[in-house]
């Protein structure tokens, strides 16, 4: 079936660096869409975005991030500066339609 | 904004029952309630999914009921199987805006034991 790539699956930061999570979506798709999981909780809504544009976020999507992307590449979210509370699984998801399709996630440790 | 329950947290079935988990949403102009199952270090995984215009659907094992008027949705799975063992997503789209987000229940981890 159709697939989400994401890079890194892993990255650990020191406290206030920068980091930049990378998503490729299902090719066709035009809504993307950024979820953060805690460990043993449920993901939850960061930010959609649609024809270069966020078009909702949470209070979750803090001032620290932004997401952007360039050229119809790579769908990106940037922390900057990052915070130990940003230690999290970050999940990329697209959709055409209503049905939303995950990426594998980036596990970002926040030291 | 938009909230939504899932219950049982922990369920324990022997294989071969059956295992249910009820949602419950506040927003009663949700009309996408789809379901997902995670294992352990991977994504979640769409399993199914009911709009609004429908009660019931059935996928092989999978039977989910959606009462509109109580605002409350259910994931039912008949005959279970050790493969089944898993943590359980339902969703709510959020009708409050144009462009679809999803907000999860708090999940279920699923033990299905021979």
């Known amino acids: 079936g159709p697939k989400v790539l994401q890079i890194p699956s892993h990255q650990i930061i020191d406290m206030g660096q920068m980091v930049t999570l990378n998503c490729d979506p299902v090719s066709n798709h035009l809504y993307f869409y950024w979820y953060k999981q805690i460990l043993g909780q449920q993901m939850e809504f960061l930010v959609n975005?649609?024809?270069?544009?966020?078009?909702?976020k949470s209070k979750l999507f803090k001032d620290q991030f932004s997401v952007e992307r360039p050229d119809g590449s790579y769908f990106t979210l940037k922390i900057q500066p990052t915070a130990l509370e940003d230690s999290a699984v970050y999940f990329c998801a697209s959709s055409s339609h209503a049905e939303q399709f995950f990426g594998p996630g980036t596990r970002l440790t926040v030291l | 904004g938009e909230q939504v329950e899932q219950l049982p947290s922990i369920l324990r079935v022997q294989e071969g029952s059956s295992a249910s988990i009820n949602c419950s949403y506040e927003d009663s102009a949700s009309n996408y309630f789809p379901w997902y199952k995670q294992e352990p270090g991977e994504n979640p995984k769409l399993i199914i999914d009911?709009?609004?215009?429908?009660e019931r659907k059935q996928i092989q094992e999978l039977i989910v009921l959606l009462d509109k008027k109580a605002k409350r949705f259910s994931l039912h799975i008949t005959d279970t199987q050790p493969g089944d063992s898993a943590m359980y997503f339902c969703a709510v789209e959020g009708a409050s805006s144009s462009f679809s987000k999803l907000v999860f229940g708090q999940g279920t981890s699923l033990s299905v034991v021979p």
């Open positions: 009911i709009r609004s215009n429908m």
């Open positions: 975005f649609y024809n270069g544009k966020v078009m909702e």
